[in-house]
């Protein structure tokens, strides 16, 4: 993305993460409205990070840094531990903060999207093909998730929005036959990047895992390196939950990469903090609103200043 524009995407990451409707920054931008450092202040900015669900295991963690360096009087200012939190949380998502670089030796590039249902995979699909239609590359979407006939309609809408192909078939259609076939007429049609859609709910969870493990390895017949990335969709607003879904994902189908969704106005964004650290899964991708064009990649630093610096 241009500079330019991924500015004015952080822009709106820090307006949304404030939004006063519960945004997670807005309970950080008042507990640093000039006061001293004392032992209340940083009880409250325990209580805060718990609630933003950034788990038991990193708030002590950013807790202990802080009181060592107050400690060892080098803090001596609100301002100053504002600045230490944002740099050590900014430490702690910068080995994550790995954009996905579509590697243009592999034609198409295969991307398999996967997570719970309404995490935001078709949409996130969506925007993913937005952004690389606009970069001139050539995409194809394929609606994997034949549970419904309104996901296929939905992906349908997002095709003709972006300019990318799309495959399909009636709904029930069997989700790995549609990845199959869309994947060799990618090829044949010069497609650079192709998204499979995928559902995400099923009668049962041991279902769902199967028939994703199916569509990956019928994607390997086609092309035996293929998918070259696999998406997992979470939903900030799961906190903790995302966190399982995760482990669950991961251990049926590989994930390589993440995407999370929802930023905007969640009270839970702290879970990118427990996600970073925990699964230290490259996030790819967040999304802060239903747009097209709010969707970037993910950048530490600006989180982190997104989360911290308030208004
Ligand atoms: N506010 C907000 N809504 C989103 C975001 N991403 C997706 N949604 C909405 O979440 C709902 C479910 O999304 P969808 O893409 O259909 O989820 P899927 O079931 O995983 O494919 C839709 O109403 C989307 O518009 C986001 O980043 N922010
Ligand atoms: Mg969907």
């Known amino acids: 993305m241009p500079a330019e524009s991924q500015g004015g995407f952080f822009a709106r990451l820090k307006d949304r993460l404030m939004k006063p409707q519960g945004g997670l920054a807005s309970g950080f931008a008042r507990l640093f409205g000039a006061r001293r450092i004392d032992a209340e202040i940083l009880e409250e900015l325990e209580t805060r990070l718990l609630q933003a669900d950034v788990g038991v295991a990193v708030t ?13 009087h080098q803090l001596d200012d609100i301002e100053a531990l504002r600045q230490a939190l944002r740099e050590d949380i900014t430490a702690l998502l910068q080995p994550v903060a790995k954009p996905l670089v579509i590697d243009r030796g592999h034609k198409p590039y295969t991307i398999l999207v996967v997570g719970v249902n309404g995490s935001g995979k078709t949409t996130s699909i969506g925007k993913l093909a937005t952004r690389y ?5 050539k995409v194809m979407l394929a609606a ?21 192909e799309l495959i399909a078939q009636q709904s029930g259609a069997d989700p790995a036959a549609v990845a199959f076939d869309a994947l060799n007429a990618a090829r044949s049609r010069g497609v650079d990047v192709l998204i499979a859609d995928t559902a995400g709910r099923l009668q049962a969870q041991a279902h769902l895992m199967e028939e994703l493990r199916k569509v990956r390895r019928v994607l390997g017949k086609a092309d035996a390196t293929a998918p070259h990335e696999v998406l997992l969709v979470l939903d900030a607003n799961q906190g903790q939950n995302a966190l399982a ?4 994902f991961h251990d049926a189908v590989g994930v390589t990469g993440l995407v999370l969704t929802k930023l905007d106005g969640t009270a839970k964004g702290g879970i990118v903090l427990a996600i970073a650290k925990q699964l230290g899964l490259p996030i790819r991708f967040i999304g802060i609103g239903e747009g097209a064009d709010d969707f970037g990649e993910f950048d530490a630093a600006a989180f982190a200043a997104a989360l911290i610096d308030g208004e």
């Open 60 to 72: 002590t963690e950013l807790l202990e840094g802080l009181r060592k360096r107050i400690a060892r």
């Open 133 to 137: 239609t606009r970069d001139g590359l």
């Open 144 to 164: 994997g998730d034949t549970f419904r006939a309104a996901a296929v309609e939905q992906i349908g809408i997002w095709a003709d929005r972006s300019g990318a």
């Open 245 to 248: 879904q995760a482990k669950q």
